[in-house]
């Protein structure tokens, strides 16, 4: 059978298949069959279809669970594009990003509007209307208070617009990557093909439906091999017992995850689940041995990114510490600062060339200067650092200047520019230091004004108050200058070799200042 074209005729098929089984549930929440998520859809497509065309983009705002999914094959089914707001997003960006896209409308379902009072602020900044998914707010008009015909399925393609992604890309500023449907499609079939999904496969996953893990690399596979798809926010505390009463076989992790998991102590009941295999990483060597050790459970590891989806994945044969073999989709070379190409075994900047059209972003929306400088010689420069090794790819972090904590990218001039607003502060530089949780913490080093005296605590709260929560620093730590390559530029990598100093303030330590 030919592939689907979209998300919303992936979401046909299955319904055809399967109406009565179920494909999506939000623990402790309702759950919707196949049958019932294409029904719906189509109503607020229906719905949709007075304020939105074809190829217009739509902002939406909802947590992850049957609505966001019935939202997003809406807009699937009527060839809109959908420009999903994290929770974590500062106003200015998301206003930035609505007004570069050219957004015509603001869908959210209520509770996120109660979370976010400045959405329908920012609605109006843009000068575009705000309905809800869910019932009314505050006056606002609800989708089910508009009728319309119900529209026929938009025939695209696999390389037509789809989503607009909220990414770091290949730096710490937030940017959106136009993904074509193929994208999503692509990296759904490398999933199932890893992890050997069928329709008896239970899925959980924790991650917010504004990050393609949830939507590319959960539900996409889900509907298409049959399985069904479980939702939470992420608790290590009721983890294992959702898996057990839900009778989860799988899950998505990041290493973060994981290693929250592995912190908890260690009981008889660390295997009492039927849970045989995991999706994510990249994850250390010793993370996929005590994982597989205490809880049974295979980590099948994969390298991705929002731009291309997974570029080397894992399947039953597992290589641990390495981050998988290269698909089919790509090509993958290793290069040093100079752009030459490395042998294998040696470490340098990852590039990828993807070998289909419909298997890249398009662009980093309403910034062709930062597309352009993404790509050398059409391929993809990642900003992440590994090495090849017959064909398995090692991950050994991102670069000197990008920052990767519990899932997210910080943004390290945007950090160094709120600590250099508080008033003892003369000079800031942010960086990434190892994290027991397998990612990164934020290193703040600062150089006070000349009479002036830092303290973290201060300093640690005025940056809590401004910065969203994955991005505020754990360590501060006080210098007397910063180093500099060509003695202006600041040199983060000089920072980040020089690994956590010993006397660096910590955030989570029991006693401050």
């Not at 929306?365 to 993404?374: K, L």
Request: glycine share 8%; aromatic share 6%.
């Amino acid at each position: 059978m030919t592939p689907p074209s979209s998300l919303a005729e992936a979401v046909e098929r299955r319904a055809h298949a399967d109406a009565d089984g179920e494909v999506i549930r939000r623990v402790g929440g309702s759950s919707m069959s196949a049958g019932l998520v294409l029904e719906n859809a189509v109503d607020m497509a229906g719905s949709l279809a007075t304020l939105v065309g074809s190829g217009d983009v739509v902002a939406t705002a909802c947590p992850s669970g049957p609505t966001a999914v019935t939202l997003t094959t809406a807009l699937s089914w009527l060839g809109a594009i959908e420009l999903p707001i994290p929770i974590t997003l500062e106003s200015r960006v998301a206003v930035r990003l609505m007004t570069a896209a050219g957004c015509v409308l603001v869908v959210a379902s209520t509770d996120r509007l109660s979370a976010e009072l400045h959405s329908i602020d920012l609605a109006g900044a843009v000068g575009i209307p705000v309905v809800t998914v869910d019932g009314r707010w505050d006056g606002l008009a609800a989708l089910s208070d508009r009728t319309g015909p119900r529209p026929s399925r938009r025939r695209t393609s696999r390389n037509d617009p789809a989503a607009i992604m909220v990414t770091s890309g290949t730096s710490g500023r937030p940017k959106g990557a136009l993904l074509c449907n193929g994208v999503g499609l692509g990296q759904s079939a490398r999933v199932r093909r890893a992890m050997q999904y069928d329709s008896r496969d239970v899925l959980l996953n924790v991650f917010p439906w504004q990050h393609v893990n949830a939507r590319h690399a959960a539900f996409l596979p889900a509907v298409e091999s049959g399985a069904r798809l479980v939702v939470d926010d992420f608790s290590a505390r009721r983890f294992w017992h959702t898996a057990r009463e839900e009778n989860v076989t799988a899950f998505n992790f990041m290493g973060a995850v994981c290693a929250i998991l592995l912190r908890g102590n260690e009981s008889d009941d660390d295997r009492a689940h039927s849970i045989s295999r995991a999706y994510g990483g990249p994850a250390p060597e010793w993370m996929c041995r005590e994982v597989s050790r205490r809880f049974g459970v295979q980590l099948r590891q994969a390298y991705a990114s929002t731009e291309l989806g997974d570029v080397a994945t894992t399947g039953r044969l597992v290589k641990p510490g390495a981050a998988g073999q290269i698909v089919a989709d790509y090509r993958v070379r290793v290069t040093a600062d100079d752009g030459s190409i490395l042998e294998d075994g040696l470490t340098g900047s990852l590039e990828v060339l993807p070998r289909r059209s419909d298997s890249t972003f398009t662009e980093y929306v309403g910034e062709p200067e930062t597309t352009r400088q993404a790509w050398r010689d059409g391929w993809f420069v990642t900003g992440d650092r590994g090495r090849l090794v017959d064909g398995w790819l090692h991950y050994e972090g991102r670069s000197a200047d990008t920052i990767r904590r519990r899932g997210l990218t910080v943004d390290a001039e945007h950090v160094e520019r709120v600590a250099s607003v508080h008033p003892d502060v003369a000079h800031a530089a942010a960086v990434g230091v190892p994290s027991e949780l397998t990612e990164d913490e934020v290193l703040l080093a600062v150089v006070p004004h000349v009479g002036r005296i830092i303290h973290p605590a201060d300093l640690f709260r005025h940056c809590a108050r401004e910065l969203p929560r994955h991005a505020v620093p754990r360590y501060i730590t006080i210098e007397t200058d910063l180093p500099t390559s060509t003695g202006t530029k600041l040199d983060r990598r000089a920072l980040r070799d020089r690994g956590l100093p010993t006397a660096a303030w910590d955030a989570e330590a029991p006693h401050h200042d």
